[in-house]
């Protein structure tokens, strides 16, 4: 039972991101984070009164650690110009690993956290079912973009 329900979620997740690109994209990454719900909630097998402690946590976390990425991804950018100074990049390099530590310590805040809601082996789960989502929405993505460059 458990292997269909994986399938059906594996298999919404690929019609959910098989959208034209004129779709508009706050639509688009409302379908993406449904499936990923749907697939976190199926993985970790959460009963009702988990979930709803769970996904309280989980979006307060997932909000934080991407905003983490996001400043992470636009310092990167930013060292990338090629007029960036040295003395520039240097800084920004530092504020990088600067914001890695916060991630880490982030983690370390909301495992805590996720303990009081979720067992360790739920944990453990999470982070393997979060690492196969992003691995399958890459998988995804790629497919997408070699279809594109064909047209």
Known sequence: MRKLGILVIVITFASILNVKAQDEQPRGKEKIKAAKVGLITNRLSLTEEQAKGFWAIYDEFDRKRSEIRRNI????????????????????????????????????????KFLKVINIRQISELYKT??????????????????????
């Not at 504020?95 to 530590?101: A, G, I």
């Not at 399958?136 to 047209?151: G, H, I, Q, W, Y």
């Open 130 to 151: 979060e690492q196969l989502f992003n691995q399958m929405l890459v998988k995804k993505l790629n497919k997408a973009s070699d279809k594109f460059e064909k047209e």
């Open 73 to 112: 991804r636009q310092m990167t950018a930013e060292s990338r110009n090629i007029t960036t100074s040295d003395d520039k990049i240097l800084a920004d390099l530092k504020d990088v690993l600067s914001l890695k530590q916060k991630e880490v310590d982030l983690e370390k805040e909301y495992l805590n």
